[in-house]
């Protein structure tokens, strides 16, 4: 069978500081943890619902849904702590809520980045109160020097330095979401 291969690799630009994770890197890391997903979810009886944060999530959520064996469906779910800014204000508010009904399912919410924890905190509060099955996370990257408030994460890929990131799904100001790599930003 043919292999195909990413051809172009778009280079740095002015505002990227360096390349902190490359992308073979990500898709290895993101085949792990889809391992350990399959692995973790073998038995259950209905689809694990996979809840993708926007929009953040959505490159992270299409790779790793697509290295899943075990049922599942995925729906998406919008909040805003930040507005503009970025720093977290801590004061989540739900934007545009799931589709699917939660109750009595396995429910896997899929992040890009912890960075404070209010995020997450606010997410799994709310999806525990709708009688679901079970609630847990998977985040690509975490920023451990951020954490204000505790999360239980279950699946981690990275942890990044206290540096805003971008790249595979993060942002800055809407530019730089789709490179396939996660670079650091210059500080300005
Ligand atoms: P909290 O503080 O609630 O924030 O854990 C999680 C959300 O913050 C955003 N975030 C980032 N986005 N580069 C980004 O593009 C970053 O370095 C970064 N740090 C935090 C992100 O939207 C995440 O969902
Ligand atoms: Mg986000």
Redesign the pocket.
Known sequence: METIRSIAIPPLTEDLERVLIDADTIQRRVNELANQINNDYKDIEEPLILVG?L???FIYLSDLCRKLTVPHVVDFIA?S??GKS?V?S?N?RLLMDTRENLENHHVLIV????????????LVKNFKSRGTKSVETTVL?E?PE????P?DLKYVGFT?PD????GY????GEQ??TLPYIAE?KRK
């Open positions: 944060v929009k953040g999530s909040v702590s930040y970025t977290s801590g989540v992040e890009d980045i912890l960075d404070t924890g209010y995020t997450l905190e606010y990257l920023k951020r954490h204000l408030v999360v990044v540096v805003w990131v971008v799904g993060l942002d800055f730089y979401r930003m």
